[in-house]
């Protein structure tokens, strides 16, 4: 990838990725009730799983998918539920204990969770959709889409893991258990706010 291309294609990657959205709202939750180190799993499957949905977008298969009306509908169905119940263990999650661990906690969401929600993230569509078109030169092939999963692989890494960080100093605000509830439910409904153009969509096309 040309040098001049690839300095774009960062700069769109940061700026994309660190923007506040769907994969920032779980991970700064996530770091504020459990901390940085057992929020990893859920950043790398979001990252991963943005990088893989990259590729998939580039080979057309999302075109493909957009263009079966009866696949997208229920795509989109399931889209929602999904999101909506993400929303559910988001207002649920409880913050992770100290020493003496409740076992009765919420666990933070895993690495498969955060990956499987990129492909109901409206955030993550269109981006995976424009940089595809933008960066990814059809001459180029899987080298080209390769080029730009491995840019988003690192800048996600990096902008998530300083929203989980975020979330962990938060912590020191929201400091007590009837904070951290009302916390986790004004996360929740960002959530399903998030989902509401998904739903409406679904709705109007029917």
Same mark, same amino acid.
């Given at each position: ?9 960062? %700069? ?7 923007? /506040?959205?769907?994969?920032?709202? +779980? *991970? ?10 057992? #929020?990893? /799993? ?6 991963? %799983? ?5 590729? *998939?977008? %580039?080979?057309? +298969?999302? #075109? ?14 399931? %889209?929602? &539920?999904?999101? @909506? ?7 649920? #999650?409880? /913050?992770? @204990?100290?020493?003496?661990?409740? $076992? =009765? ?16 993230? /409206?955030?993550?569509?269109? *981006? &995976? ?27 996600? @890494? ?7 960080? !975020? ?13 951290? =509830? $009302? !916390? ?17 969509? =679904?709705? $109007?096309?029917?």
């Amino acid at each position: 990838m040309p040098a001049d291309l690839l300095l774009a294609l960062v %700069g769109y990657a940061i700026a994309s990725s660190i923007t /506040p959205g769907p994969n920032n709202l +779980l *991970v700064l939750t996530s770091g504020l009730n459990h901390g940085v180190p057992r #929020s990893l /799993p859920l950043i790398v499957g979001i990252s991963l %799983g943005f990088a893989f949905m990259v590729i *998939v977008v %580039g080979i057309g +298969l999302g #075109s493909l998918i957009h263009s079966n009306p009866g696949f997208h509908a229920a795509a989109k169905a399931l %889209g929602v &539920a999904y999101m @909506l119940w993400l929303a559910w263990k988001v207002a649920t #999650s409880a /913050p992770s @204990l100290n020493a003496g661990d409740d $076992t =009765r906690a919420v666990r933070p969401l895993s690495a498969a969770t955060g990956a499987v929600f990129q492909w109901v993230n /409206p955030k993550a569509w269109a *981006v &995976a959709l424009s940089a595809t078109a933008a960066f990814s030169a059809p001459e180029a092939g899987l080298s080209g889409l390769a080029w730009v999963a491995s840019v988003f692989v690192v800048i996600a @890494l990096a902008s998530l893991s300083a929203w989980a960080a !975020f979330g962990s100093f938060m912590r020191r605000l929201v400091d007590s258990p009837s904070h951290v =509830r $009302t !916390f986790n439910i004004v996360m929740a409904l960002f959530l399903v706010a998030s989902a509401l153009p998904v739903a409406y969509d =679904r709705a $109007t096309s029917s």
